[in-house]
């Protein structure tokens, strides 16, 4: 059982730019969340995605959008970077949109805006 | 705002010492959920308790939860080096779709 591979692992990117964020979810899981994580801060919400629909977001902008494949993989997209978009995006997968079980986290990307 | 709050934010003990961290929340929940980060990389599960339940443990790990005074517990037995981290808990809603986490607790543990 394969768990939660995210790519890549490291990012710079110029204010303004866009970047792409990858996710392969765990096997048998069919809902993939994303978080944003600042430094010495908790994971923040971003979005749910369960069956290639969004689910459910948090308070993120517009220009933070998202995606989900027939496969359950995911990608996070975001639009005109941001000097505040520098954080640890983690994504993570379950077996369903109940919260009954916990999440399988990926190692995250590390997306550095200079 | 996060719904959760760890206290204290950090800890450091011996190895062989037990660590203890609280977490307080803000509204009803469905269950709590506690995670151990390492160096700043991916989550990891650690134990899930839901609300209609007092106590759970997982190996060394003992979790309470008070729901009258919206507040859990982690404890951890014997620590060991390996268990230096920042530990997260993360509170799942009542009909919500998302974790809430708090801004954790890191712990350090001294050989």
């Known amino acids: 059982e394969t768990g939660v591979t995210q790519s890549p692992t490291h990012l710079i990117k110029t204010r303004g730019q866009q970047v792409t964020l990858r996710c392969s979810s765990q096997s048998g899981h069919n809902t993939v969340s994303w978080y944003q994580q600042a430094l010495g801060q908790g994971p923040q919400f971003i979005f749910q995605y369960y069956r290639e629909e969004e689910n459910g977001r948090g308070n993120f902008p517009p220009r933070f959008s998202g995606l989900q494949f027939p496969n359950y993989s995911s990608e996070l997209n975001v639009n005109a970077l941001e000097l505040d978009d520098s954080a640890l995006y983690l994504c993570?997968?379950?077996?369903?949109?109940?919260?009954?079980?916990?999440?399988?986290f990926g190692s995250g990307t590390r997306l550095t805006v200079v | 705002s996060q719904q959760g709050e760890e206290d204290p934010q950090a800890l450091s003990i011996q190895e062989g010492e037990n660590a203890t961290m609280n977490c307080s929340y803000k509204?009803?929940?469905?269950?709590l959920q506690w995670y151990r980060q390492n160096s700043g990389r991916g989550l990891v599960h650690l134990i899930l308790i839901r609300s209609n339940e007092r106590e759970k443990h997982s190996g060394r790990l003992r979790v309470t939860l008070d729901t009258s005074k919206k507040s859990s517990s982690l404890l951890i037995t014997a620590s060991r080096a390996a268990d230096t981290a920042s530990y997260f808990c993360?509170?799942?809603?009542?009909?919500?779709?998302?974790?809430?986490f708090g801004a954790g607790t890191t712990v350090t543990v001294r050989a």
């Open positions: 993360a509170t799942d809603l009542s009909n919500d779709y998302k974790l809430s």
């Open positions: 509204t009803s929940i469905n269950n």
């Open positions: 993570a997968s379950s077996p369903g949109t109940f919260l009954n079980y916990g999440y399988t």
